[in-house]
């Protein structure tokens, strides 16, 4: 009658994988969804563990024994009462661009790709909403909108879906101004691992009816229940959109001037740090078109009525000067303005540029912290960065005290890399700040939440596991642990 | 091994009021808290159950037995933990301006009064944050943050209290630019139902490690845990404010006047509707010092730089002309603005005036719609209210599709008011809105919750609170019922 699950009293997970369940249950999915929407070939299959840019590799016996491709609510709905009643593991695919190892399948099973769900279903145009399905890539989704001069402010890396970023709870350049996914939710269809179907809400923009399920399957990581349809709070495209570039001898002279902005409630769109190794790649892989300062530089977004926007561009600059900057340009059309963002869009491929070798990785991620300590972490993380011999880069959602770390590595330096993330983490984690702003914890970051949150919090969450999924069907040992680790599974804190 | 609770399946709450129990518990109370922080005396008891201003009369029986007075999160843990053992029920209780009957204590037993946990513990100005206890108003609270030139945007009635702002997951003007409370919390220290303290998050700005706790909490009314303490973000007061307000005929032309607005995305700070007849209350009570134009009025608010804010009001004052405004006055200096916006603050105060018997009662009561829709059903509500011979009056958080009404009724027309805001949230349900935008559904709305959701969304909500409170000790038969109503019980939809 307590209110937590302690990890020991989980009930361990009685999964049945034998072939004998699979092939039963490979028979009812074809008799649902026929037999092209059921793979279960082998070499189809590894594909879905993993991606090139995940920060976990998988074990050998992690991989799905069938991918199914339902094309409805209902569809999926079966698929689960079937592995329900089979007590099969599932685990849910749609963009792979999650870094955490969010989808590798560590209990084999059933793989559920929503691909096929790819429909954005309509448009409310003069109620701000679209209802989508959660294979819609938010890039995709913003075409569409551009027509009616609407967007959708959430912006992940290339190639997310709406489904994941569900999942993660994601946010990108936009947040700082608009918020995260989190806030741009009205409601979602779910499937629950029993098979049940629930919509969270209608579409109210706001509501304080019942409790705030939209909002607790955002971030759970498919550990709670199936997106399969979701309605989406829009935004009204701004009138006009400029951007400017200052550079800076260091990053606290970069984070000072981002600070003053910030206090004297300049309303800007948005402010991004790339220090000057990320810089330095960019110059490097040529991946833009003009040749940059190498130094820490911000890259400031603004919107807003054509006089509104000039101004703030103006108190920027002052802002700007005050804080020594090294140079200040700002776009005085929309190519320039597209031309300008170039660099900060291109941060991540201009890292992925730098892999000369097959063994060569790119490991990205990121941390949070109070908005003050940022400079500190930033620059504690660069020295050892630097101290490492690894190629490192910096990219910061500076107003949100967010940032990433890309650290280019060989398998030989998997360690060293390994090493100056956990430290970066320990180091947010000190500081009041939190192991992840953006990516979500998946598996490689799921044992630091108890040093983060601390036990009871983290027996809390469990107990919301336990509470909607009894028999950990979905996407087990994702988020929290539903069993005691062996000895020295977990390194050292 | 379901992901939902059925009504019939929650375990029947068997609760210990006895007076055996009640004074066992006092004595332990006292042991912890000292005699002056356990009240028992009767007299003292019956303000803890309801307010002049709630829409729900509490029955005789619905009185605490006991009101205990914590000043530190450890305090009320030992006092959950005693409650837990001796199976009493618990209600919270800080401002005691909730609307719906969230307070009443329908089961007796322990009342936790947190009016003595009133301190703003600690701003972190750069960091744009702060740690409040519960009992913190928010106009106090804003009154301290204005002298470091910061604020906190969420604005409910007059006197509500973090705790409670928590827990109905309240808003109110700013919601349109700053969005609502669930957008305002970064962490929250709650104490579970069987004693157990856990802390949702640290003070990162945004994150995306593990379940979101934090929210799961905001809009629970005090269902899930007790608030003891809150990590708030702030926002920095904008350079320059400025309030025009326009009339109109109608108040669909009123809604032409911001959808247009909206669409061109002028970026105002927020734009609430009063309708002729709360203009004429305002006018008729002499609450503010101008007499105003009675016809359906617009107010908004503009912020930003000097000339942002000048070019924002010639655009709106446009738009308005366009939408065949019948006046349009806008506040040249801060005196102008308070006496502009003033109307706006006194809507709920001038219907209050118009009370002239100890049996005459005004219900507030809200919900919210697609904006698109907003305009019909204030007009067919505006519609049943002049029919029924009540007089009531309409403000609306416009930009969000929120609004409330405010009836005027006495003890032989209560039948009359319980119908227009029936027929009011039924309305609401058909348009795809929700039966409560900010006042949350407490007992009043609750049985409403499975025809705006559907049956299988409220189960899962029941789901979660039987996963936090299996004994039902925390506020219980709010939200969710966890007992099978009697025949009748419920209203016919």
């Given at each position: 009658m307590s209110s937590t699950t302690l990890l020991n009293e989980f009930p361990a997970p009685r999964h049945d994988t034998s072939s004998s369940n699979i092939q039963g249950a490979v028979a009812e999915f074809v008799g649902i969804l026929g037999k092209d929407n059921v793979i279960s070939d082998k070499e189809a299959l590894a594909p879905y563990s993993t991606s090139e840019w995940s920060s976990y590799s998988p074990g050998?016996?992690?991989?799905?024994?069938v991918v199914v491709c339902p094309s409805t609510t209902e569809e999926v709905s079966r698929v689960m009462e079937i592995c329900h009643r089979r007590r099969l593991p599932v685990t849910a695919y749609a963009g792979g661009t999650s870094l955490e190892g969010h989808f590798a399948p560590t209990r084999g099973g059933v793989c559920i790709d929503?691909?096929?769900?790819?429909?954005?279903?309509?448009?409310?145009k003069d109620d701000l909403d679209v209802v989508v399905q959660p294979a819609v890539q938010w890039e995709v989704l913003n075409e569409e909108l551009a027509k009616d001069g609407l967007f959708f402010p959430p912006d992940p890396?290339?190639?997310?879906?709406i489904g994941g970023m569900v999942g993660t709870g994601c946010s990108g350049t936009n947040a700082y101004h608009y918020g995260t996914m989190r806030d741009w939710v009205l409601s979602l269809t779910v499937v629950l691992a029993d098979g049940t179907i629930i919509k969270t809400r209608q579409r109210p923009r706001k509501s304080s009816a019942g409790y705030d399920l939209t909002r607790m399957f955002i971030g759970s990581e498919g550990t709670l229940g199936l997106v399969t349809e979701a309605t989406l709070k829009l935004a009204v495209k701004p009138m006009n959109e400029a951007v400017a570039v200052a550079s800076f001898a260091s990053v606290h002279d970069a984070a000072s001037c981002v600070s003053e902005v910030v206090k004297q409630g300049v309303n800007i769109a948005a402010v991004e740090l790339l220090d000057d190794v990320q810089m330095k790649c960019i110059n490097t892989s040529q991946t833009t078109s003009r040749s940059w300062d190498e130094a820490p530089t911000l890259f400031f977004k603004f919107s807003g009525a054509p006089g509104e926007v000039k101004e703030k561009i103006s108190i920027v600059q002052k802002l700007a000067e005050n804080a020594n900057k090294k140079t200040f340009t700002f776009a005085r059309n929309s190519e320039e303005v597209d031309e300008l963002w170039s660099a900060r869009k291109v941060a991540l491929w201009s890292i992925l540029q730098?892999?000369?070798?097959?063994?060569d990785h790119v490991w990205t991620t990121d941390v949070a912290v109070p908005m003050s300590r940022l400079p500190d972490i930033i620059e504690q993380t660069r020295e050892e960065i630097s101290a490492s011999g690894l190629l490192g880069g910096i990219v910061g959602h500076v107003g949100d005290g967010n940032f990433h770390a890309m650290l280019l590595f060989n398998d030989d330096q998997r360690k060293v890399a390994e090493s100056v993330v956990h430290n970066m983490v320990k180091r947010a984690v000190e500081m009041e700040g939190t192991v992840t702003g953006e990516h979500g914890v998946g598996l490689v970051k799921r044992d630091y939440l108890e040093h983060e949150l601390g036990k009871t919090t983290v027996d809390t969450m469990r107990r919301f596991k336990q509470a909607l999924d009894p028999l950990c069907l979905?996407?087990?040992?994702?988020?929290?642990?539903?069993q005691v680790p062996k000895q020295g599974e977990i390194p050292e804190w």
């Open positions: 050998k016996t992690e991989v799905s024994s929503f691909q096929g769900m790819d429909q954005i279903l309509k448009v409310h890396g290339p190639g997310a879906m730098m892999k000369q070798q097959p063994t979905l996407n087990c040992d994702k988020v929290v642990r539903v």
